[in-house]
């Protein structure tokens, strides 16, 4: 994304929690926006969380791994683990390209859907 094109709060702007901003924002480094297409951005909901909505997380998945990049972490996963301990649900994945897609049109981080 582009610095011309500032993400913004508006009235149709949710609020965000900082995992959504982390896990995008490593979406847009370089080596994964033009590398193998082997990363996804994910949304979803943990069982271990507030429950204020459908989706209250968002994690970055390689495979059969997950990068937990919340709260300044960046904790490695095996994704049925993650899964598991997490109890997750409501789980929606996005392409680096669908991201920034999806930023650009809703002017925010996420969660979109």
Known sequence: ???????????KSKPQL???RTSAEFMQ????????DD?????????TLPQ???VNH??????????????????????DDYYKKNKIIN????TAQ?????IGVYGHWGPWN
């Open 1 to 11: 994304m582009s610095a011309s094109k500032p993400i913004h709060s508006d009235e």
């Open 18 to 20: 900082a995992c959504f």
């Open 29 to 36: 480094k370089p080596h994964i926006n033009d590398g193998p």
């Open 39 to 47: 990363y996804r951005l994910a949304h979803g909901n943990l069982a």
């Open 52 to 54: 204020d909505g459908a």
């Open 58 to 79: 968002a994690w970055i998945e390689e495979i059969d791994f997950v990068y937990e990049l919340s709260e300044g972490h960046k904790i490695l996963f095996s994704k």
């Open 91 to 94: 789980v929606r994945t996005y």
């Open 98 to 102: 669908e991201a920034m897609t999806l």
